[in-house]
């Protein structure tokens, strides 16, 4: 049946905006903003590896389409780089380039999901895994993991948090370390339990390694050196070397796999941009990206630490965010009413439901803004928190 | 049901490679390979509009995520751009910025299309969009337009051609004009008459138009004036300012329809470039974009002529196609051979059938290459055909 004006209901039923349900509020407010609501960094990508720096001259034709799978040279300088990083020899046919890793994660969910399809997603999770799952139809699933009353303490209790929730219909796993919101990195026997249980049941393990470079405590694990055939990794430049707006990412996976993803990436975006993939691999070959990300590393380990503090909270292990539980400042009004509270000082968090269920939880990113800023933002929250 | 290590087999039916089958071929060649297969400009993009141009010093944060939607400026500035040209006063609102042309239509596609819904195709097609609803699950629907033996002659025979194919599962059409690959433009009394009956049977009309700077006989005609409420018409910098790897074009609609769409895009590649968009911001505001389309205009025009009088087929009205069907040379091998033929002399020309249902047709760009180039396949095309 025709449905114009309509759109599909299925689309019509997601909820539109992702992390700035109270950004009107800001109208009336003439102060400072502090953004600390998304996950960006107040850095500049290295010198050498910036837009200004790719000529003409020297790339002809850089403004034209690349291969759909990307770069041949890029794909060759990431097999390179994530061979060595974690371990497992890889190939450029094993290297998919993507729009960022939010297209990297949407091929694989397309491509590995019918409609009906369920996907397990270790919660609380990135709200677009949630997002992309039900743009093709899928159901995604939220195991509480990393917050809230059901958090897992062991490998095993791990595992049995997935394997409650699986269902007929379930056709993969999504794992997150280190971890958007909760600041966690996951221990490496939870992870070999967790990929050794995905095989067991015959399902899909997606990787969203995307914070590889920040970690702060403990180690980052590779999850696809557990089981190669199995695990699809997600990585990106965007958050290793502050290249969020290029839209360049990465899946690495088994070749015959990432061919049937590459249609879902052809069809939705068809490439990443090229300059961008330029950029990338300037990053990669000059080195400038790693000392970019060794820098980063510090600084914000640092300002995790001086967060962390000011609200009381744990110190984060590894990514970028804060994810406290602010269920003792709230009012009648629940958790809109603190939102709004903070957007009457300018300072903007992101709603703990857009991360799963989690109705009395915010997210904070410590790097979003400058750092004297983010801590400004923080003495606000930890004011307006008692803390 | 577990389906490791397979993929969901609506995506492992679609085909994968979409313009390149024959290119395995071209190992064996180590002359001059002519790439007149993909759809692409030799032109480098307007001076002040290149990577190059964009500095840290003047855009500050210019590598950072921009809104799903787009940066506020390019909105502002397309709209005013597009409502100038189509003569439908246009609100930003009724903009948004995509990834590209190829993200704009997928995002439509995406958020319209149920899986299982029929949208009917203006053929033969740009591949992609056969693809894009495939990739949605949702069936695409050929309706022979502009080649082969059923092609309408009339505006009452070009709604016939789209009624006789409407079934219960319809709830859209795509037009497509100038048109990839048959090189015509679309009437405007045909336009009228297809949108009208589209009003009739309420279904929603997508109109691709990303190649209306290049019309070199008639006229354009905007369809969205006709039922802006109906109409969601993709646009893209890619095409009118030799811009296609910068993954930057926009669709125009109603602001609360793209309110749905960009659900979609913001869960497949969350948002446009945005150094993309300052380069698109440029052409526009400078008037070197459109300085620009009007010299690739003319040089469009001269090369469609040459290359339509090598092959003795009818000019080119607009685009940057000619479509030649080449039945008359093909062998007992088909149109493969006919193709390998091609590659045996560093030729790439795509295949009818990525098109629709043209067994003996082959798509063939005119601007994809350097012009003595393209006019040097032309001569090996005309050879080949015996023309």
């Known amino acids: 049946m025709p449905r114009f004006p309509a759109s599909s209901p299925a689309i019509a039923a997601m909820s539109g905006s992702v992390y700035s349900s109270v950004a009107e509020r800001l109208r009336s407010w003439s102060g400072e903003v502090i953004p600390l609501n998304i996950g960006d960094t107040w850095m500049e990508p290295p010198e050498g590896c910036r837009m200004e720096d790719l000529t003409v001259a020297e790339h002809p034709g850089m403004h034209r389409y690349s291969p759909p799978a990307g770069l041949k040279e890029l794909r060759r300088a990431v097999a390179t780089h994530i061979g060595a990083r974690s371990g497992l020899a890889t190939s450029p046919d094993e290297v998919m380039i993507s729009a960022g890793a939010t297209a990297a994660l949407s091929t694989a969910v397309g491509a590995l999901l019918d409609p009906g399809d369920e ?35 062991s490998a095993e209790e791990a595992v049995d948090a997935f394997r409650r929730r699986r269902t007929e219909r379930t056709v993969a796993i999504y794992l997150n ?43 980052h694990v590779h999850l696809r050196p557990l089981d190669p055939a199995r695990v699809i990794t997600a990585q990106s430049f965007s958050k290793a070397y502050g290249m969020t707006g290029n839209r360049c990412g990465y899946l690495v996976g088994p070749a015959a796999t990432l061919a049937e993803l590459k249609k879902i990436g052809t069809h939705t975006y068809y490439c990443a941009p090229t300059p961008s993939q330029l950029a990338a691999l300037r990053a990669l070959e000059s080195g400038a990206g ?98």
Chains 1, 2 share one sequence.
Request: net charge negative; proline share 11%; hydrophobic share 45%.
């Open 290 to 387: 790693a000392d970019w990300a060794a820098h980063a590393r510090q600084r914000y380990a640092e300002l995790g630490r001086a967060a962390a503090a000011k609200l009381g909270e744990p110190v984060p292990a590894g990514s970028t965010f804060l994810f406290p539980d602010v269920s003792p400042q709230l009012d009648e009004r629940g958790l809109v009413g603190f939102l709004e509270r903070c957007a009457d000082r300018g300072l903007l968090v992101a709603p703990g439901p857009s991360f799963g269920p989690y109705p009395t939880h915010v997210r904070v990113c410590f790097t979003a803004a400058p750092p004297e800023q983010v801590l400004r933002g923080f003495d606000i929250l930890a004011e307006l928190l008692g803390r």
């Open 119 to 153: 996907m397990l997603i270790m919660a609380p999770y990135w709200p677009l895994i949630a997002g992309m799952c039900q743009a093709f139809r899928g159901t995604p699933v939220p195991v509480p993991f990393f917050a809230g009353p059901e958090v897992p303490t």
């Open 177 to 219: 370390t280190p971890h958007n919101p909760s600041g966690r990195v996951l221990p490496r026997e939870w992870a070999e339990a967790l990929v050794a249980w995905a095989a067991e049941e015959d399902l899909w393990v997606i990787s969203d390694e995307v914070y590889d470079e920040f970690v702060y405590a403990g180690e």
